[in-house]
C-alpha cells in the first residue's frame, strides 16, 4: 500500500503553489502529502519492528547527510532565521524524504510506476502551458495582478503555474527524460508512436517559455540519452571507468558553458543580458567575501541590494531578477558554504560514476543520466535547485539511481508486500 501511497507526492509535485498552515507553520499539498507517506511509512516500519519481523532500510548516500548537515549550518549564518528554515524544511528536508520512501518502498521492477507518475504530472502542467501560449487561458491566482506575469504575456512567453517561463523549462525538461520508461508499459509500434505525439504537449511547451537555458539543456539531454543508451547497448567501455565517466560529464559541462554565453549574446535583450553579469558579479564578490561559510539560505537578494548600493539601475531595474545567483553551482556555494557545495559534488560525481557502471534497465538508465544532464547544463546559466519542485525532481532522479543497483528480490523491505 505504501509505494502506491508514495505516488501520490510525486504526482503532486507541482502544487507546491497551493500553500496553508498548519499549526501556524507554513507548509503546501505537496510538503503535507510526503508528510502524510512518511508517517505512513512509520508506523508500518513499528508495527512491522515491535512485531519481530526483520526489517531493513536503506538510507542511501552518505553525501546527502552531510549536505543536510551543511544546510542545518548555514542556518546560523542567515540573517533571516524564519526564511532559512522554511528553505531547509521545503528544498531539502521534504524533498529528502521523499527521496528515502521511494528508495525503501519501491522495488527496481516497479519504477516504471514513479515514471508515470512524472508523466502525469508532466502533462498536466504542459497543457496548461499550452493553452496559456495560445491565449486560452491566463494567471493562476497567486499571479495575478503582478507586473511580471504581465510582462511575459506580453511577450508571448507562457509560465504555466510557475513563477517565471524559465522555471517552466527547468521542470518541463528533466520530466521528459525522468517519464520515458513508461513506453515499456506499451506493446506494439502504433500504441507507442500514439504515446510519443502527447509529447507535443512537453516540447511545445519548452519552446513557449523561450528558455535559451531550458533549449541549451534539452538539446544536450538529448544527445547524452541516445549517447548513453547506445553505449550500454554495446558496452563501450568508457562507461565502466570512473575517470573517463567523470572527465566526459565534466567536458560537456565545459562546453555546454560555452553554447550558453553564446547563445546569451546572441538571443538575450541587452538589458537583460546586462542585468544578469551584474548578478553574477555581485554573486562572485559574496562568494569571495564569505568563502567558507557562505551567506546561509535565502539571503542573495538582500546581500545583492546590500552591496549594490552604488549602482542605481541595478537597484531600479535588476534587484527584482536576483533572488538567486542565476548559477547553480555558485548558489550551493553562496547557500551552504564550501562543504556544501563539496558535498553537492560529491553526489553529482557519485551518481555519475554509478550509473555508468550499472548494467540494468536501459531505458530507465539514460533517462536519468540525460535528466541530470538537463540540470546541470541549465544550472550554468540558472538555479536549477532550489526550489520545491526543482529540488524534489533532483532527488527523485537520485533515488531512482539507486533503486537500480538494489536486487530484484526485497520481499522483506517495508512497502513491498
Not at 132 to 155: E, M
Not at 408 to 417: H, L, P, V
Request: with cysteine; hydrophobic share 55%; charged share 10%.
Amino acid at each position: 500500500m505504501i509505494k502506491y501511497l508514495v505516488l501520490v507526492p510525486i504526482l503532486l509535485i507541482p502544487t507546491y503553489i497551493f500553500r496553508f498552515t498548519i499549526f501556524s507553520i507554513p507548509t503546501n499539498v505537496f510538503e503535507f502529502s510526503v508528510l502524510l507517506a512518511g508517517l505512513t511509512f512509520f508506523i508500518v516500519w513499528l508495527s512491522n519492528y515491535l512485531s519481530g519481523k526483520a526489517v531493513k532500510c536503506n538510507f542511501g548516500y552518505l553525501a546527502t547527510y552531510l549536505l543536510i548537515l551543511a544546510a542545518v549550518v548555514s542556518i546560523y549564518f542567515s540573517a533571516d532565521k524564519s526564511t532559512a528554515l522554511g528553505i531547509l524544511k521545503g528544498w531539502f528536508i521534504t524533498p529528502v524524504m521523499l527521496y528515502l520512501l521511494v528508495i525503501n518502498c519501491y522495488p527496481r521492477d516497479r519504477t516504471r510506476d514513479l515514471s508515470l507518475a512524472i508523466f502525469i504530472s508532466l502533462m498536466i502542467v504542459s497543457i496548461w502551458a499550452t493553452l496559456q501560449k495560445i491565449g486560452v487561458i491566463s494567471t493562476l491566482f497567486y499571479q495575478v495582478g503582478d507586473p511580471g506575469f504581465a510582462d511575459y504575456l506580453s511577450r508571448f512567453r507562457a509560465f504555466g503555474p510557475f513563477e517565471s517561463p524559465n522555471y517552466l523549462a527547468m521542470f518541463v525538461v528533466p520530466s521528459i527524460f525522468l517519464s520515458l520508461p513508461i513506453f515499456g508499459y506499451f506493446k506494439g509500434a502504433t500504441n507507442k508512436l500514439l504515446l510519443s505525439t502527447l509529447y507535443i504537449f512537453p516540447l511545445y511547451a519548452l519552446y513557449a517559455s523561450h528558455s535559451l537555458g531550458g533549449l541549451l539543456a534539452f538539446g544536450f539531454a538529448s544527445i547524452v540519452y541516445f549517447a548513453f543508451q547506445t553505449a550500454k547497448i554495446h558496452r563501450l567501455k568508457i562507461l565502466n571507468s570512473s575517470w573517463k565517466m567523470t572527465g566526459l560529464v565534466f567536458a560537456l559541462i565545459v562546453v555546454a558553458a560555452i553554447f550558453a554565453l553564446t547563445f546569451s549574446s546572441i538571443g538575450s535583450e541587452t538589458y537583460s543580458r546586462s542585468m544578469r553579469i551584474d548578478i553574477y558579479r555581485y554573486a562572485w564578490d559574496l562568494a569571495k567575501n564569505h568563502p567558507i561559510f557562505g551567506i546561509g539560505l535565502g539571503q542573495f537578494q538582500a546581500a545583492a541590494r546590500a552591496i549594490s548600493l552604488d549602482n542605481l539601475g541595478f537597484q531600479l531595474y535588476g534587484l527584482s531578477y536576483a533572488l538567486h545567483p542565476h548559477n547553480l553551482f555558485l548558489s550551493y556555494w553562496l547557500s551552504l558554504g564550501v562543504f556544501g557545495l563539496a558535498a553537492f559534488i560529491i553526489l553529482i560525481i557519485n551518481f555519475f560514476v554509478r550509473l555508468g557502471r550499472s548494467k540494468s534497465d536501459v531505458t530507465l538508465s539514460a533517462g536519468l543520466f540525460a535528466a541530470m544532464t538537463a540540470i546541470l547544463i541549465h544550472g550554468i546559466i540558472d538555479t536549477t535547485y532550489f526550489k520545491n519542485d526543482l529540488s524534489a525532481i533532483f532527488w527523485l532522479i537520485m533515488a531512482l539511481s539507486l533503486l537500480l543497483e538494489t536486487k530484484k528480490k526485497r520481499s522483506k523491505e517495508i512497502g513491498t508486500n
